[in-house]
């Protein structure tokens, strides 16, 4: 067989494979194989085609663009082609591109020169979103068609979805637009969107995404344009086609034409000098990549003279006069070779993938987590699959998605073990109980769990290191491997035994020596006194993170109520529901816990901050409340207020529930509920269960009838601040507590019930949701001088 013959069976192979991965992404938006690995194949055709060009044909995937219209769309022809753009991966493409395009302009360049450097020419940059290219057709200022790119010379009618778009307009603004204006830009999801979207998704049993591009394609090309409606959809406005009439002389202004006409463009936007230029805004989009609110896969220049532009002209397939720039893949392909079971410090334990090594954004990929049983169900994963992983950012890398047309077919199944891998206890699987009015359901959870807790070594590995991390006990120097040191010795069997160590027994194990091991005894007896919050946050309670327990210690003052609060009076405080009460008070009420928080106060750990019940909390128990919290079926908030002002007091309510003559003809509570009072307080379990939540609250001083402080109003109470960016004043931390002392609540996201965001420099995506809200923003100075004024 010759070369030539050999080159013509590759590319044709390549042509099928491209040409088959083209209407999985563009027409069915269900992708098999990271944009990466089609990269791949696609210049790997190009270069084939560029030694063989005889071998060229005009339906090559490098000869058009890609994508087949939707026979349940209507056709539309691009009088103007919507072409693809060529891709640069190396910074010696972007300078390759520079070179060709001042070679192709030649003498219109002053002074230029094609030996030398020459002159730089000037281009505009943006991100380039990931997302779908739409076209948008203005006659006379109304929005008369959308449509798709589809194969670039005709895509898909999509009108009536595109005017479901919220930040499109379907009239220009202002004056001075062409009597006929085609539009392209791309339609996109923002991150804080998709989330939503997947969100609401999963909760109504539907389809989740895998991504926003594909989130943002199968929401716009929905033939049910209300479905399209209820997604949060976004347009960015980056060219024009056909246009009959005056746009100005370059692509910058013609972009701030578009958006003083109303339509959105990049916030990003920037005109700068050269190739130097072009790679300065390509690094520093890079590094802010993780901050913008929505996905980018890379940047897009384009020569901003729109003369030069039609000058140089196009090739088959893209202009010669814009490159698109991509960051380094994320998502790329590899072999799943096993899946492993970790354990955590609650006793979860966690499927983990271990993967054949890939480069994946820079960095060798080797692990991924697949979250729990149900995801591995989901992606319907086996050993030997090839599989898509991500890495974005700093997040720990994912299996996205399993290519089910290269299952070998010696593939195995993936199964929870019985038995747990690190101690050999049993394993067994969550249940989740959900309590509403007058009922309980039990259904299976998502998690299983190792029941040897602190006999098991890993649970008790994570334990400690979480007792001892910053935001806990902050015992400096207590990392990972000295724990685990301290745990495969013998020395630590609870984090209890951290306070008995001894420095003789510190100062042999490896890695000590004598300023190091009294620096690791220094710091464990700094820790002796935390504050209330602290050290509830650093045992470890299930559900109950850093917030939950700043809102334990705040309201209930002392570790003995927080030991004592039953579940019903711990849902007197915001945001703690039935479950997680119920989490606290099995927590508090589990002997070994009692055991272990006696043992730390036995051994010299004081409590800080420790003091009586904040009078909100005291204040805030009705009993038209009580009755509610009882969660009797169908009786609500005012059948609970109408039975509290007929019965007065707990006796009452029971005698009333007794007294059918009485109960009958009260108004305002309907017959069914007052069946299920009757049934309620004819159960002596429940008839002690109430008598038990109201001696508490008399105990706590929070009942109806108790004798009230006067409270006084912090001057935040009730707001939502978020924090965001760099503070050089103070740490974010300091910021958070000064906030939460002055009673607001400190959110990790920007939502239109957040009061004010404080952005200090390298803000990003929540400084821009702030800003699309109209939420109050402040800067640091702004921030510290509001502060002095609340004093």
Not at 96 to 116: A, C, I, K, M, T
Request: aromatic letters at 6%.
């Amino acid at each position: 067989m010759t070369d030539a013959q050999t080159a013509a069976e590759r590319i044709n192979a390549l042509r099928a494979e491209l040409d088959a991965h083209n209407y999985r992404y563009y027409v069915l938006d269900q992708p098999s194989v990271p944009d990466a690995e089609y990269d791949r194949l696609f210049r790997e055709l190009q270069a084939l085609e560029a030694e063989h060009p005889e071998l060229v044909t005009p339906e090559s995937p490098t000869q058009r663009v890609s994508g087949a219209a939707l026979a349940a769309f209507g056709e539309v022809r691009h009088e103007v082609p919507m072409l693809s753009l060529g891709n640069a991966f190396e910074e010696q493409d972007l300078l390759d591109f520079d070179r060709r395009v001042r070679e192709g302009l030649g003498e219109l360049l002053p002074g230029g020169d094609l030996f030398g450097d020459g002159p730089e020419v000037e281009y505009t940059c943006e991100p380039k979103l990931d997302g779908l290219a739409v076209s948008l057709l203005y006659e006379n200022g109304l929005l008369v068609r959308g449509a798709t790119r589809g194969d670039g010379s005709t895509g898909e009618d999509i009108s009536g979805n595109v005017r479901t778009i919220r930040n499109l307009p379907l009239k220009l603004q202002g004056q001075g637009w062409p009597a006929v204006l085609e539009v392209r830009g791309e339609v996109f999801m923002s991150r804080a969107g998709f989330e939503a979207l997947n969100a609401r998704q999963a909760e109504a049993g539907g389809k989740t995404f895998a991504n926003p591009r594909n989130a943002a394609a199968g929401s716009l090309r929905q033939l049910d344009a209300r479905i399209t409606a209820s997604r949060p959809l976004e347009f960015c406005a980056y060219g024009f086609g056909r246009v009959e009439g005056e746009l100005p002389d370059n692509q910058f202004d013609i972009l701030q034409a578009l958006k003083g006409w109303g339509l959105p463009i990049s916030r990003e936007l920037k005109r700068v000098k050269g190739a130097q230029g072009c790679l300065a805004y390509y690094r520093d989009i890079g590094e802010r990549r993780d901050s913008l609110a929505y996905e980018i896969d890379g940047v897009v220049y384009k020569l901003n003279n729109l003369a030069w532009q039609r000058e140089l002209g196009f090739r088959a397939r893209e202009p010669r006069w814009a490159l698109a720039h991509k960051f380094p893949a994320r998502e790329e392909l590899t072999e799943l070779l096993d899946v492993e079971f970790q354990v955590g410090r609650t006793g979860a334990v966690t499927p983990v993938a271990r993967l054949k090594p890939v480069q994946v954004a820079g960095v060798t990929v080797s692990n991924a987590t697949l979250h729990n049983m149900d995801e591995v169900a989901r992606l319907d994963l086996r050993i030997g699959d090839t599989v898509i992983v991500r890495r974005a950012g700093d997040v720990i890398p994912q299996v996205m998605q399993v290519v089910l047309e290269r299952r070998p077919a010696e593939a195995r199944p993936v199964h929870i073990p019985e038995q747990c891998p690190v101690c050999g206890s049993a394993v067994e699987r969550t249940q989740l109980v959900k309590r509403g009015k007058g009922r309980e359901t039990v259904s299976e959870g998502a998690i299983y769990r190792c029941v040897g807790r602190l006999a098991c070594g890993a649970q008790l590995k994570q334990a400690i290191i979480h007792f001892a991390s910053r935001r806990a006990l902050d015992i400096e120097g207590l990392g990972d491997k000295i724990v685990e040191q301290l745990v495969d010795t013998g020395l630590v069997a609870s984090p209890a035994d951290l306070y008995t160590l001894k420095y003789e027994q510190v100062v042999e194990l490896e890695g000590f020596a004598d300023l190091s091991t009294r620096n690791l005894l220094a710091a464990i007896a700094d820790s002796r006194k935390p504050t209330l919050a602290r050290f509830i946050y650093a045992l470890g309670i299930p559900d109950v993170g850093e917030e939950t327990a700043k809102l334990l210690a705040r309201a209930l003052g002392s570790l003995e109520r927080i030991q004592q609060a039953l579940p019903d009076v711990l849902t007197y405080l915001p945001d703690v529901g039935l479950e997680v009460a119920h989490e606290i008070h099995a927590f508090f009420s589990d002997e070994h816990n009692q055991r272990v928080i006696s043992d730390l106060l036995a051994r010299g750990v004081e409590l800080q901050e420790e003091g009586g019940l904040s009078p909100e909390f005291a204040a805030c128990a009705t009993f038209a409340g009580f009755i509610d919290k009882l969660n009797i079926a169908g009786i609500a908030a005012t059948g609970a207020k109408n039975l509290a002002e007929k019965a007065g007091s707990l006796e009452g309510l029971v005698a009333l529930s007794r007294d059918w003559l009485e109960l009958s003809v009260m108004k305002g509570v309907n017959e069914k509920a007052k069946q299920a009072l009757r049934e309620f307080f004819a159960q002596p379990e429940q008839v002690q269960r109430a008598q038990a939540i109201e001696a508490q609250l008399r105990d706590f001083g929070m009942h109806w009838e108790s004798e009230k402080k006067a409270v006084e109003g912090l001057p935040l109470a009730g707001q939502t601040w978020v924090l965001t960016g760099t503070l050089e004043v103070m740490t974010r931390e300091a910021a958070k507590e000064k906030l939460e002392t002055l009673g607001a609540k400190v959110a990790g996201s920007v939502s239109a019930r957040t009061h004010c965001v404080v952005a200090g420099p390298g803000a990003g995506s929540k400084l821009a949701k702030a800003n699309e809200l109209g939420v109050r923003v402040l800067d640091e100075q702004q921030f510290l001088a509001e502060l002095e004024t609340l004093g």
